[in-house]
């Protein structure tokens, strides 16, 4: 059930929409920073809030790549993957990551402290290969500065 400050949260976000199920990724990201992902109970409370059908709302939510609908870690690591990207080594990154902290695409290290997920372009590519951790954005990153990156996150 949505607690009252995410009721208010909510309330607060429709304002700046003419019709409340513009709010959609608002709404979705407002109570997934909270709750950390978006599990099919929450989708329909979200879902009833803005009295929209619980498929359309997970078709914003599955199309939209930062809404998660599993569980994740506490961290995110979004590895870019488009060609400018590709063409400079993300791939070794991807399998420094991998290595180092045992999680490939889709995955959550052991310890539970980052998942690993694939981007499109993150309009980066003229620092390729580029990485986006939570909030923050990496570039020229390369295997051997993964794990002093990575470091910053517990
Ligand atoms: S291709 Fe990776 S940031 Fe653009």
Redesign the pocket.
Known sequence: MLSEVERQELEEAVKHYPDKRGAAIDALLLIQRRRGWISDETLHEIAQFLEITPEDLDSVATFYNLIFRKPVGRHVAFV?D????WIKGCEQVQEQIKTLYGADFGQTSPDGRLTVLPIA?????ER???VLIDQDVYGDVTPEKVEQIVEKYK
Do not use: E, M
């Not at 488009?82 to 990207?85: D, K």
């Not at 372009?121 to 590519?125: D, F, I, S």
């Open positions: 870019c488009s060609i400018s990207c372009c993150l309009g980066h590519c390729a290969p580029a």
